[in-house]
């Protein structure tokens, strides 16, 4: 299955979520994660990951539980450009699930992954700026011609009163053929410091039950 973390607005959460996922997914089967984005956040985060040396998750072990670490790993590379279009049809057969991190804009490199994924994810912030983008969104995906494609929605950076996200879930809801997903990704700092160490969340010591639950649910409704 290839993923996309997509949309044009920059500061979304897309690295956090793809990376997260990747390290959720590489505990039980083999993933690609794929770096689109010009800025190479998720490339950045992969080789602080093999500088630490920091092993996946212990697949017989619940996410958000310690045990015996396994030594399942994943493959972090870069791509840009059409050519991702090819490469991922040619690589999923290496593959059992494919993450592609893109860039906060309308790119080729973007459109070409689109193309040819089997889900988008799209998450927002909870702010008028960052949902008003879902417009140019749906004309890029009546351009990129995927029949097949699921699109879903999920609020990152969370507003804490809940009132901003409560009104941006009520603005995506008139998109039509967009799934809005009932979890949402909060504004953690546990995020940031798993980010630093090129970790997942759920790797972190200690742990933050609360930031695990959350990437743990958008795992389960991908997922399951």
Not at 9 to 34: C, D, F, P, Q, Y
Not at 37 to 61: F, G
Not at 181 to 186: N, S
């Amino acid at each position: 299955m290839i993923i996309v973390i997509g949309g044009i607005k920059g500061g979304s959460g897309k690295t956090t979520i793809a990376t997260n996922l990747a390290v959720m997914r590489a505990a039980h089967t083999k993933v690609l994660l794929v770096d689109a984005d010009e800025q190479k956040s998720a490339w950045d985060w992969s080789q602080q990951r093999d500088h630490l040396l920091t092993p996946t998750l212990n697949p017989s072990k619940p996410m958000s539980s310690k045990g015996p670490e396994s030594h399942l790993t994943f493959v972090t590379v870069c791509m840009s450009g059409k050519a991702i279009y090819s490469n991922l049809i040619r690589m999923k057969e290496d593959y059992d699930d494919i993450i592609v991190d893109t860039g906060g804009r309308d790119t080729t490199s973007q459109r070409a992954a689109i193309s040819v994924a089997d889900i988008l994810i799209l998450p927002f912030k909870p702010s008028s700026i960052d949902i008003w983008t879902m417009v140019p969104i749906k004309a890029i995906l009546d351009e990129c011609l995927n029949p097949r494609l699921k699109v879903y929605a999920i609020i990152s950076q969370a507003d804490a009163k809940g009132k901003d996200n409560e009104e941006a879930i009520a603005i995506l809801n008139d998109f039509q053929n967009v799934t809005i997903l009932k979890c949402m990704i909060g504004n953690r700092k546990a995020f940031r410091n798993a980010a630093a160490d090129g970790m997942g969340v759920a790797e972190l010591d200690p742990i933050d039950k609360k930031a695990v639950q959350e990437m743990e649910s958008l795992y389960y409704s991908i997922y399951s």
